[in-house]
Structure formats: C-alpha cells, structure tokens
C-alpha cells in the first residue's frame, strides 16, 4: 500500500459523546463489519467495558476506503475516554498523524474534551471537531461551534455535525480524515523500524504486541529484534487488525498491526520500545513518557495458598496495562502481597475486576494512598536512604516528625466545567478539599470554566462523584499533576480492639484529623458485621485517641431464630453465612469484609 494513501488518526471524546458509536459506524461503511444489532461497540471488547459503558483499553483497526476514485488504508486507533486512562490517550496518540475530536451536541465542551484536546495539540496533531447526536432534541450544534471556537481558536466552519447513531454526516468524517489528515512520513525503503504501542497477551500465542511501522517492511519469518531488552525473535504470525485479526504476509512503512514473535514472557514487550531487524539496529524512537502511579493500595490473595496464581495474574495484567507498577509488599495480618501503583481510583477498580473477572482471583485490596514526599533531617536516615528525600507509598512507613524537616503532598490542576446554576456549589465543595481558585471562564452564557489546585489525596477518593451528584450530573471534571507542595501532615492509626491495623492507616492533613477520623470510625461501624464479641473501633494520632465507635456482639445465636423443624431454612441461613464468610479477612480475631477497606473512605 502507498504511504500516500495511509492515514493514522483516533477519535477522542469527553465520556460518552459517542466514540464507540462512531467507530462502530466507520467499521460499518468500510464494510469492516456487518450491521447487526449485536455487534454494538466491538471495539470495546473487555468485560468490564460492556459492564461499565466504558472504553478502558484503546483497540485498533485497519478499515479500507475509497475516496475519488483511490483507494486509501485508514487506521483508526481507539481511546479510553475516562481521567485516569489519559496515559492511553497519549500513547495512541503517538501513532496517530490526525485525531477526530468529538462533542456532544447537547452537552457541549466538557473537561475531557479539553484535556483531550491538548494532548493532540502538544503533540502537533490535525484536529478536526466532531459535532455528534445532533439528532437529539436539545441538539445545539451552533452553541457548541461558538464553544470551539472560545475554548480552542478553531474556526467554527471546520467542525463537521454528525449523528453516529443514525449515520447522518458519517462519510463526510471519512472524506475529511482522507482530505486534512496528512499521511505518514514513513518510507517502504528505509530500514525496518517499528513501534510497540501497546501489547495484550494470549494464553496460545503469548505475547501479541500492537505495532506502528515507522520505515521499512517486516515478513512472516523476519528475525528481529526489541531495542529494550536487545533480545531477538522470530515474527510467527503478523497482520492487520479490521478489528479482528487477519493475518498478512507482512506489514509495510505507515500501517498498524500486530504481531506475534514468541515472546514468552510478559516482560519482552515493553509499550513504548522500538523494533528492527537484527542485522540492521536503529535508533530507538522516542518511547513513552513512563505514566506515573497516583494512588497506591496494597492487594493479598484472600487465602495465602493462593500467591502465586494471584501473582501470575497480575503479572499478565500489567503487561496488558503497562502503566500499573508493582513492588512485593507484605503485612502482618495480611500475609504476602503487593503494593501497586495506579493512574487513579477507577483505574484501581478496573484493574481489580479485571483480576476477578479475566483470571478469576480473589484479591484484598487495602485502602488507597497518594505518593507523599518527606525531606529528612535526619543525617543517619538521608545516609541510609541515599537522598534527603523519600516517597512514601505505605503510610505505615510514614516517617516520624522528630527525623522529618517538611512532608510534601503531591498536588493537580484540576479543570470542571460546569452549567453556572451550580457555581456556588462546587466552590464551596473545592474550598472543602483545601483547593485554591486560579482561574473562571464563561465559555458561554451558562456554562462555566473553572481551574483549581487540589491536594491529589483530596480527590482521589470521591471528589468526582460528589461533583456529579451535587451537579445532577452536569459538571465535568479532569486533572493533571502540578508538582509537590509542603504539607503539615500527621498519621493516623486505626484500632481494632486497641490493636493497631497497618492496612487502614492514613496519611492526612492535620486540619482534617478529627473529622476524617470520626468518618472512619463510624463507616467501619457500618461495613464491620456483629461479632461474638463486643469491637471497639478507634481512630488515634500517636497514643492520642480521637475517635470511638462500639460494635455490640450478637445478643444470641443466629439459629435461635429458626426454632422448630424449618431445616431448609436453617441450612439456608448456614450456607448464606458461609458465602458472606468467604468475603471476609481475618484481622487478629476480627471478621473484616474485604471491600471495608477502600468504602472506609468514601464520603457520600
Ligand atoms: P466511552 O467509550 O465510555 O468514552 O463512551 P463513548 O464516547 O464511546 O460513547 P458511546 O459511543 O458509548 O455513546 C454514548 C451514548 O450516546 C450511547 O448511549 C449511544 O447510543 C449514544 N449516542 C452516540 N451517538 C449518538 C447520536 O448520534 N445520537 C444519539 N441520540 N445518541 C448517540
């Protein structure tokens, strides 16, 4: 295929304006896959994308066009639309020479929108505005324009409306990806150079890797090489993806495949590493800015006979989301585990059902922590550590204040764009979270554009879903990192019956203490069921007590309710104590349900 006649764009979106639906709606015109009801949203293939609505790992396809009499290849790669898969984003940018930026017609520019937005811009891509579901009653296309226009300096004549859902418009947005998306630089001639974008892993085939070809030509049988590890391979299996797999005999400068060449283990494929042939080494491309964990949570198998099926699990998973990091951890109550970092708490929770749903595990996961800085002054500690500075992943090594000349907490910009109905409301929430005010923008008559420093630990949890309810649902809200800030930060230690449990403790603000810790103590209450005995659950700064709650033990036996001969009943009763049994973890003597946890720090 002519370089010429290639092009490499993605579509990126705010949450759910619709990019699934335009995909599907691509596949469908170039006659990649058949219309049927069922096959909605094929790109979005994992479980927990169906479950959820959204799009977690970005998934690529080849589709054929003919536009003018030529046929042209054009690789659609697809993206995450939530805050914490940004890390995608950025990654499958870096394939791209052109990007579909879709708003919804109703809704408008929402924060993703803008944070999406500059991740094509910084990265000097063509951009072409995407106006969907102007089928929709309270479609107001021109609202939006004018929006663009304000937010983005992009001339309003250049978006393109469309309706994904009924196909109005949709092979116009073909037409313009040919027309305004340049082609790839790539050269057949050159020597053979690709990029590993992403990679997923295959019980059969082991490691099958998502490439970019930069210059050059690979066959099947090629001998190659990974300019990571240095290591060589013979290319097994190569191919387009439409989106599902359809093998070729090679992959030419400008296209997008994949690839399988025996890599066995989950290490061999970095995202982000250049690949060539053996006997001729490149230079390595620029890979990707390595993502940077945010919120860190310790996970154990629920029973330790289950180590190292867990630990195979997780290594597998994280070749399949390269931006989790791992580290071995352990705990006296919870035995040997982890402590992994993640993008954010969705991305936490989503790498948690994966394990569940994908490898069947059975995982505790402690509560969640942000990377907290301390300079020591201590001249044996710096000395031991090797830096004056430490990053704290474990508030149960928290250093103490008497070795500590400042604690640092890391700090976001956080951009909500919000209907200004609902102004006051949010400000009052960001003040509540130590957020200072930057700066406001009407983008126009009713909505608002807001951008506020936070503390990360004071979003981390459920800042985003409070913003939703108290907003009706209307505000947007995304974030990027801005660096570290002094803190005066205390550790709290939570008590079950005067017995300290590392897992739940937290790292707060001194500000917050008290409050934070008689929440704690009242939620553990809530999530903690009735024992034989009688729990005391405390919350303590040093050997200060600040909280207390008392969880009374059952009056009687459980089956003394069910006197007479009710047997089905009992057993019924039996069996269902035993299943809520499973779900729980042994703490000292204590019965502690495995999500307590991370719910010990949501505020509704
Ligand atoms: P994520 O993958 O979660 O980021 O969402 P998305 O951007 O892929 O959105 P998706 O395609 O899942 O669409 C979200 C919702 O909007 C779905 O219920 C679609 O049916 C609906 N939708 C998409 N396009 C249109 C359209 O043109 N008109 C109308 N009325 N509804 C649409």
Known sequence: FPVERIRNFSIIAHIDHGKSTLADRLLEITGAIVTTEKNKQVLDKLQVERERGITVKAQTASLFYTHKGHRYLLNLIDTPGHVDFSYEVSRSISACQGVLLIVDANQGIQAQTVANFYLAFEAGLTIIPVINKIDLKNADPERVE????????????????????????????????????????????????????????????????????????????????????????????????????????????????????????????????????????????????????????????????????????????????????VQKDSSMALGAGWRLGFLGLLHMEVFNQRLEQEYNANVVVTAPTVPYKARLSSARLIKEHGSEEI????????????????????????????????????????????????????????????????????????????????????????????????????????????????????????????SMGKAMCERLKGSIPRQMFEIAVQAAIGSKVIARETIKPFR???????????????????????????KMRRIGNIDVPKDAFINVLKRT
């Open 146 to 325: 004018a929006q663009i226009e304000k937010v983005f300096d992009i001339p309003r004549e250049e978006c393109i409306r469309i309706s994904a859902k009924l196909g109005t418009n949709v092979d116009r947005v073909l037409q313009e990806v040919v027309e305004r998306v340049p082609a790839p630089t790539a050269s057949k001639d050159d020597v053979f150079k690709a990029l590993v974008f992403d990679s997923g892993f295959d019980h059969y085939r082991g490691v099958v890797a998502n490439v970019a070809v930069f210059g050059g030509r690979v066959r099947k049988g090629d001998r190659i090489a990974s300019a990571f590890l240095g290591k060589s391979y013979e290319v097994q299996e190569l191919g387009l993806l439409r989106p599902h797999e359809q093998p070729t005999d090679g992959l030419y400068a400008g296209q997008v495949g994949y690839m399988v060449a025996g890599m066995k283990d989950v290490k061999e494929a970095q995202i982000g590493d250049t690949l060539y042939h053996q006997q001729h080494p490149v230079d390595a491309l620029p890979g990707f800015k390595p993502a940077k964990a945010m919120v860190f949570a310790g996970m154990y198998p629920m029973d330790q006979s289950e180590y190292t099926g867990l630990r195979s699990a997780i290594d597998k998973l994280t070749l399949n989301d390269s931006s989790v990091t």
């Open 391 to 514: 990053t704290i992943v474990n508030p149960a090594q928290f250093p103490e204040r008497s070795v500590v000349s400042e604690y640092l907490e890391p700090m976001v910009v956080g951009t909500i764009l919000t209907p200004d109905t609902f102004t006051g409301q949010i400000m009052s929430l960001c003040l509540n979270r130590r957020a200072t005010q930057e700066n406001m923008l009407y983008i126009d008559e009713h909505r608002v554009m807001m951008k506020y420093i936070f503390p990360l630990n004071e979003i981390v949890v459920d800042f985003y879903d409070l913003l939703k309810s108290l907003s009706s649902g209307y505000a947007s809200f995304d974030y990027e990192n801005a660096g570290y800030q002094a803190a005066d930060l205390i550790k709290m230690d939570i008590l079950l019956n005067g017995k300290s449990v590392e897992e739940l403790t937290m790292i707060v603000h001194r500000q917050r203490a008290y």
């Open 556 to 582: 009687k036996n459980v089956l003394a309710k069910c006197y007479g001969g009710d047997i089905t009943r009992k057993l019924k009763l039996l069996k269902r104590q035993a299943e809520g049994k499973k």
